[in-house]
C-alpha cells in the first residue's frame, strides 16, 4: 500500500490491525508513528494503551498478549514491536527465541481493536519467508525509501505548503541540490525560509532562487558549484569572492582544487555524452549525480568546447601536483586557475 493511502486511512479512524514498516528513511517512518499514536489512542491515556517492546528482549507470544487485550478507557490498543529482525535474513542479535507460528495464527483472526506495529529497521524483508509472505497478504507494508528526484521535489513542494508558503519546481530541485536529499535539514530550511517570508511580509509566500541562495545553508562543494557557476556566466568577481570567502573560513586550498577538478570532469562527461542521445536522468543514474547538479553542469558545458575541457583538466591535474609538492603557492595556483576558465571561456 502506498505510503499517503494508509496515511489517509488513519486519519479517516480505519485502521489496520498489524502494520510493517521498514526501509532506510526514518523520517517518513516517525512521521508515520506519529500519526498513527496520535489519531488511535488519547494522550491522556497513553501510557495505559501503548506498549512499547524490543524484539531483541521480549519474544512475540508476550507481545501478542498485550495486542489480544482490549484498551483501557480509550477506543484502540497500539503494540509496537522495534527490531523485528526476524523478518530479515539477519544474524539474531541476541538469545530471544520468536515462536513466529504465534503471529501466523495471530493474522487469521487478529484483535479488531488494536493494531501491532513491526518496525523491522532494515533496509528490505526476506521475502523467502513464509511470514513475510503472510504478511504482505493480511497486513499493511510500508517500504519507506529514500525519495528521489519527482519524489523528493513533489514532498519538497509539499512541506513548503504545509509551511504556508510556495516552491515551484525548479527552485525545489534548486534547494534538494543546496541542501541535499536528508528530509530533516529539507523541513528545517524550508521551515526557517517560510518563517523569512511571513516576517518579511512576503505577499506571496514564494520560496524563490533569491529566497534559497539567500538563506539556505552553504556547504564547500555547494560553494565550488557557484563558484564555477560565475565563472563560466562572466560573473568572474563575484567568483573570486566565493573563492576567498571559503579560505577565510578555513577551507584547505588543495580540497578546494579538487573539488574543482570534480566539477569540470563533471562539466566534460555531461559534454562528451549528452550528444549519444542520454537524457539528463541517464546521466544523472550513470553518473551517480543529483538530476540537479547534472542539468546545471549540461548548461555549464555549452560554454565549453571539449578541447577547452581537456586543457582545463590537465591544468587542474598539474597545479594540484605543484601544490602538493610545494612547487607553487596553494592560494595563486586557485587564482590562476580561474583566470585561465575566463580565457578559455574567450577563445
Known amino acids: 500500500m502506498p505510503l499517503r493511502t494508509a496515511m489517509r486511512e488513519i486519519k479517516q479512524k480505519r485502521f489496520a490491525p498489524v502494520y510493517v514498516l521498514y526501509g532506510p528513511e526514518t523520517y517518513l517512518k516517525e512521521e508515520f508513528m506519529t500519526l498513527l499514536r496520535n489519531e488511535m489512542i488519547d ?3 497513553a501510557d ?3 506498549g512499547m517492546y524490543d524484539c531483541a528482549q521480549t519474544p512475540l507470544e508476550d507481545m501478542l498478549v498485550e495486542a489480544n487485550t482490549l484498551p483501557f478507557l480509550s477506543d484502540y490498543r497500539l503494540v509496537i514491536a522495534s527490531n523485528a529482525y526476524f523478518l530479515t535474513g539477519a544474524k539474531p542479535p541476541s538469545k530471544i527465541e520468536h515462536n513466529t507460528d504465534v503471529l501466523l495464527d495471530y493474522l487469521k483472526d487478529p484483535t479488531p481493536s488494536s493494531s501491532l506495529v513491526l518496525d523491522v529497521q532494515a533496509d528490505k524483508l526476506d521475502e523467502r519467508k513464509k511470514l513475510t509472505k503472510q504478511l504482505q497478504q493480511r497486513a499493511v507494508v510500508l517500504g519507506f525509501q529514500t525519495l528521489r528526484d519527482t519524489d523528493l521535489y513533489g514532498w519538497i513542494e509539499r512541506t513548503a505548503q504545509r509551511f504556508g508558503a510556495q516552491i515551484e519546481r525548479e527552485n525545489a530541485m534548486l534547494l534538494a541540490e543546496r541542501v541535499g536529499s536528508e528530509l530533516r535539514l529539507l523541513v528545517k530550511e524550508i521551515e526557517k525560509m517560510a518563517l523569512y ?13 533569491e529566497t534559497i541562495e539567500l538563506l539556505a545553508s552553504r556547504t564547500l562543494e555547494q560553494d565550488v558549484f557557484f563558484l564555477v557557476e560565475a565563472v563560466v556566466t562572466g560573473r568572474v568577481t ?6 576567498y570567502d571559503c579560505l577565510k573560513m578555513g577551507e584547505e586550498p588543495i580540497k578546494l582544487m579538487a573539488l574543482l577538478a570534480r566539477q569540470f570532469r563533471l562539466i566534460y562527461h555531461v559534454k562528451t555524452r549528452a550528444p549519444l542521445g542520454y537524457t539528463q536522468q541517464q546521466l544523472a543514474g550513470m553518473l551517480k549525480m543529483h538530476p540537479y547538479a547534472v542539468k546545471k553542469a549540461l548548461e555549464q558545458a555549452r560554454h565549453f568546447s571539449e578541447a577547452s575541457l581537456r586543457r582545463l583538466l590537465g591544468i587542474l591535474a598539474e597545479e594540484d601536483y605543484r601544490m602538493k609538492s610545494g612547487q607553487t603557492d596553494k592560494r595563486l595556483a586557485l587564482e590562476v586557475f580561474i583566470a585561465k576558465v575566463g580565457q578559455e571561456l574567450q577563445r
Open 48 to 50: 495505559l494503551n501503548i
Open 238 to 243: 563575484d567568483a573570486f569572492r566565493t573563492l
Open 43 to 45: 494522550p491522556t491515556y
Open 197 to 209: 517570508l511571513k516576517k518579511s511580509d512576503n505577499q506571496t509566500g514564494e520560496i524563490t532562487r
